[in-house]
Every structure is written in structure tokens, then in C-alpha cells.
């Protein structure tokens, strides 16, 4: 019995590490999936005046300022949303940009800004999220 209970302590552990990514230096970014966060976390903040950053056959990419964050939401299109393996390397090999736009804002607002990113499929259903941490 006290092994089973280990093992499963051992599994909790061990999926809780696989669950909550924090930052790194090469993954500078929280992330979160669908276990820990849904679209209704993120939905209060995409309302109002939006920025349209991109939009083509596979994506609509628009950015919202609320408060001393900005939120940029990537909604793919019907049946060309991205995995999630797919979606945190474009994060990696593209965290530059976000340090980019991060230090920016810094510097123009004079504040603590935020940039987080969030990725649904057509049907505004979340498959994943990231905030930029600035390591």
C-alpha cells in the first residue's frame, strides 16, 4: 500500500512538473494549457480596441491594450490550429520578438508592461497561453 501511495505521490510530482512550465532562459515565457487555463481566463481582456496584426488563410492575430498589458490573440481557422509542441517553438525561436516589444513598451511607457500571448483554435477554445517573463 505504501508503494502504491508513492508511486502515485511520485506520478502527481511528476505531472504537475510536466503541467506548469515556468520561465527559463531559453523559454523565457509562463505557459500555460488547457489544464491549468481556459479562454473565459483571457475573454474580459480581448474586448475593446484591438490592433489586427496579421490576418491569412490560417490565422487572425490582433493585439489589445489593457491596462499596462498588451495581449495578443492568435485565432487559427477552422482546421489549421497549431500544436502545442508547434506553438511553444514558434515561442521559442521567435522570444526575441516579445523581448523586443517588451522593452519597448518599458521604455515608452515608463512602466512595468506586460505581453502575454494566447492561442485559440476557430472556435475561441484556448490551446495554450504564454506571458512573457523578460529573462
Known amino acids: 500500500?505504501?508503494?502504491k501511495i508513492s508511486v502515485f505521490l511520485a506520478f502527481l510530482s511528476f505531472a504537475a512538473?510536466?503541467?506548469a512550465q515556468n520561465p527559463t532562459k531559453g523559454f523565457p515565457y509562463y505557459y500555460y494549457d488547457?489544464?491549468?487555463r481556459n479562454f473565459s481566463d483571457y475573454s474580459p481582456y480581448l474586448s475593446g480596441k484591438s490592433t489586427l496584426i496579421e490576418e491569412n488563410d490560417e490565422h487572425t492575430i490582433r493585439m489589445y491594450k489593457n491596462g499596462s498589458s498588451y495581449y495578443i490573440?492568435?485565432?487559427y481557422k477552422r482546421?489549421?490550429?497549431a500544436s502545442k509542441s508547434d506553438i511553444k517553438h514558434t515561442l521559442k525561436v521567435n522570444s526575441d520578438v516579445a523581448a523586443n516589444l517588451d522593452s519597448r513598451l518599458d521604455?515608452?511607457?515608463g512602466c512595468d508592461m506586460s505581453v502575454c500571448m494566447i492561442f485559440t483554435d476557430s472556435e475561441?477554445?484556448?490551446i495554450c497561453s504564454a506571458k512573457y517573463s523578460g529573462m
Do not use: D, H, V, Y
Open 107 to 109: 521604455r515608452k511607457q
Open 17 to 19: 512538473f510536466l503541467w
Open 79 to 81: 482546421g489549421k490550429a
Open 73 to 75: 490573440w492568435c485565432q
Open 124 to 126: 475561441s477554445e484556448l
Open 1 to 3: 500500500m505504501k508503494r
Open 34 to 36: 488547457t489544464s491549468e
